[in-house]
């Protein structure tokens, strides 16, 4: 059964897509940051949609799990502790981007079946288990800036940056441009389905995003798809991601934005985007 008609657009890369504008208007708000002669050079390679070389991003949010995140922790406390050995101030050592940490990695299920009160057991053993590293995390959330602690037993990473993490318009300083993030898991990208350009990462590059450091990419082709038709009643959101995965994979869409829109789009809630966000 069909659910939508689907269709590849355009895969030029001159077109102007909404993906190329975020990614430019995030070099122009850090200007600053960069080399200017450069800058016009990078600008050009995004309007024109060249592939030649990398150019940087500065992502408004880091996103992390508590593996990789708390191991960025501990270097930025080893910092502090080297700058004080040095007679600097060590409280100047913080994450300069906004670094959002989710405890769901250290959850291991003891307790099962029908007893009522196993999300309790299993939250009493996960923290007994835990306890030296969940206190390091716990103090971060106080000992540096730009640090927020999501406690264990709140969700995944994933799902928490889509329903809570993300305000979609950032405003600083005046200016309201477009969320994007990186985050340490790989389904970072399902908050996709809200206009957020996110990308997974390894846990060394999110910390280098943290000092403040650009995260480099090289343009990938960015593929418009127009959907056409609604959603028959008994269609759900497995069907309609499975349908343009397959879709997708025979049109051999690899490694690209893919830039959903038309009728069939813009019938689809929250709900239902999510899925083909976080494939």
């Not at 350009?197 to 082709?221: C, F, K, Q, W």
Request: proline share 5%.
């Amino acid at each position: 059964m069909r659910v939508l008609h689907a269709k590849i657009l355009s895969r030029a890369r001159t077109i102007p897509c909404p993906t190329s504008r975020i990614l430019a208007e995030n070099l122009v708000n850090r200007a600053d940051k960069v080399d200017l002669p450069r800058l016009q050079s990078w600008l050009s390679q995004l309007i024109e949609g060249k592939q030649e070389v990398d150019f940087p991003q500065f992502p408004a949010r880091v996103v992390c799990h508590d593996i990789l995140g708390q191991t960025a922790l501990v270097d930025l406390a080893g910092l502090r502790d080297a700058v004080a050995e040095k007679g600097g101030d060590p409280s100047k050592v913080n994450s300069v981007v906004q670094t959002q940490l989710i405890i769901d990695h250290s959850l291991a299920v003891e307790c099962g079946g029908y007893d009522p009160d196993v999300f309790r057991k299993n939250r009493e053993i996960e923290g007994r288990r835990n306890e030296d590293r969940l206190h390091f995390i716990n103090w971060t959330k106080t000992a540096f800036e730009n640090v927020d602690v999501i406690p264990a037993g709140n969700g995944i990473m994933h799902q928490i940056n889509l329903e809570k993490m993300s305000p979609v318009i950032q405003v600083k300083n005046g200016v309201a441009f477009p969320d994007t993030c990186i985050g340490t898991d790989s389904h970072t990208p399902h908050v996709d389905a809200l206009g957020v350009i996110s990308v997974g990462v390894g846990g060394l590059e999110a910390e280098t995003v943290m000092l403040g450091r650009a995260s480099m990419m090289r343009l990938p082709d960015i593929v418009g798809v127009e959907l056409t038709g609604k959603c028959q009643p008994g269609i759900t959101a497995t069907d309609i991601v499975l349908a343009l995965t397959e879709f997708l994979r025979k049109e051999r869409v690899v490694g690209a934005f893919v830039e959903f829109f038309g009728e069939g789009a813009e019938s689809l809630s929250i709900y239902v985007c999510h899925r083909p966000a976080n494939h």
